[in-house]
């Protein structure tokens, strides 16, 4: 029965040596072609290409409770149809509108975050994450404040 032990753990070193094999089996870098996700050729491969002309605005300084909005334009650069399916904010006390139809090549668009500072004393940034049709599929915008007692400013 010590023998049949004996046996078992040295066949299962034996098979696990060999499941560890350190053969270079990868593929040739050349035989591999997706324009999908290699690197920024978006607009070589047809796929609509995001552009904004910047993703942060800093309000400054803002009185608690007031809200502010900032409207971040973009331009499709791409070769197709860019479409926003959805943008989240951080958080509840950034509300979003954002062009919801199809922008052709060339064409553009507005994605509006609106910050309602009540009861949000300091310094406050937020996100909002833009999702589309593009390669990468996500794309962050930010805004930041500085919100103060009235009596502070």
């Not at 509108?97 to 009861?119: A, C, H, M, R, W």
């Amino acid at each position: 029965m010590n023998i049949f032990k004996y046996f078992l753990v040295f066949s299962l070193l034996v098979i696990g040596v060999s499941a560890c094999n350190t053969n270079d089996d990868t593929l040739d870098p050349q035989l591999i072609s997706n324009p999908n996700t290699a690197g920024d050729n978006s607009s070589q491969t047809g796929l609509p290409v995001i552009s904004f002309t910047n993703t942060e605005h800093d309000f400054g300084k803002i009185v608690d409770g007031v809200k502010v909005s900032y409207t971040f334009k973009f331009t499709n650069t791409g070769n197709a149809d860019l479409i926003l399916s959805q943008v989240k904010s951080s958080c509840g006390c950034t509300a979003t509108k954002y062009t919801k139809d199809p922008i052709p090549p060339n064409g553009e668009g507005k994605v509006q975050l609106t910050f309602d500072s009540s009861n949000r004393r300091g310094f406050n940034t937020k996100i909002a994450t833009v999702v589309a049709n593009t390669q990468p599929n996500t794309h962050v915008l930010k805004i930041t404040a500085m919100v103060v007692n009235p009596n502070e400013l």
